[in-house]
């Protein structure tokens, strides 16, 4: 039996609050807060080996990093209502150069993301085909 390939994620981030650099500081941290239902159910389908695009929200609008998920599902220590969850990630590497939002909206390979019908969330789950897009957007193919 062959063994299934890792999901690919998007997440968001205000860099001044948490970024790239940060999580690379940091070599790991946990990923909470999330309190939108729909990412919520995303960050519960997420698998230790799941890839993570890191974006960042607000000033940058650029994806600037790849993460990993280290540690699947748990209950968000930051919800006192226990309703909702996070993971725990960790930082693979920066991109050779950031993929700004206007440039990933401008390529036809990405026109069906996720991110773009649903901006508001935080996670959101990237195909195989952009993942790939991206990458060579970043210059690293």
């Known amino acids: 039996m062959k063994a299934s390939s890792p999901s690919i994620w998007l997440i968001k981030s205000e860099p001044e609050k948490y970024g790239f650099n940060d999580l ?4 790991r941290t946990v990923w909470d807060g999330v309190r939108n239902a729909q990412a919520a159910i995303w960050l519960s389908a997420m698998r230790v080996g799941d890839l993570l695009l890191f974006y960042h929200s607000r000033t940058e609008l650029s994806v600037v990093g790849v ?17 909702f969850v996070a993971v725990q990630i ?23 993301m996720v991110m773009f019908r649903q901006f508001r969330l ?20």
Do not use: C, H, Y
């Open 24 to 27: 690379a500081r940091d070599g």
């Open 122 to 141: 935080s996670v959101t789950p990237v195909t195989p085909a952009e993942w790939s897009a991206i990458r060579a957007m970043a210059g690293e193919t």
């Open 90 to 112: 960790e930082p693979e590497r920066a991109l050779p150069k950031p993929v700004p939002l206007a440039d990933m909206r401008a390529n036809p390979a990405l026109a069906g």
């Open 67 to 83: 993460a990993k998920v280290s540690g699947e599902a748990f209950a968000d220590p930051t919800d006192p209502t226990g309703r």
